[in-house]
């Protein structure tokens, strides 16, 4: 079992920055493949970045070129940094962890973009 939390969410002006941290604690982590999802009111979940356990990142096309996933192996970490947002990133934040052919969510975090 993989217990996925994740931390970071908040309100934030358009244009500003804001950094969401994932820690996924109860498997090996450095076999487990993360990544970042969100979902927007009434629409459905939607994949953002992908942080795969040897480090390969990739990204939505909405993501590309503003967010940044890190992670941490030893800290069993993922970061996602999120910069130049707008107010069409505003939703709430979940984390995956994918470890052994299991998907583990984390609770989600809300991330409200507006001035």
């Known amino acids: 079992q993989v217990r996925v939390v994740e931390s970071g969410g908040g309100l934030v002006q358009p244009g500003g920055s804001l950094r969401l941290s994932c820690v996924a604690s109860?498997?090996?982590?450095?076999?487990?493949?993360m990544a970042w999802y969100r979902q927007k009111p009434g629409r459905q979940r939607e994949w953002v970045a992908g942080?795969?356990?040897?480090?390969?990142?990739n990204y939505d096309n909405s993501a590309k070129g503003r967010f940044t996933a890190a992670r941490d192996n030893v800290k069993n970490t993922i970061d996602l940094q999120m910069n130049s947002l707008t107010p069409f990133d505003t939703a709430v934040y979940y984390c995956?962890?994918?470890?052994?052919?299991?998907?583990?969510w984390g609770q989600g975090t809300q991330v409200t973009v507006s001035s």
């Open positions: 995956l962890a994918y470890y052994l052919g299991t998907s583990y």
């Open positions: 942080i795969q356990r040897d480090g390969t990142t």
């Open positions: 109860g498997g090996q982590f450095s076999s487990t493949d």
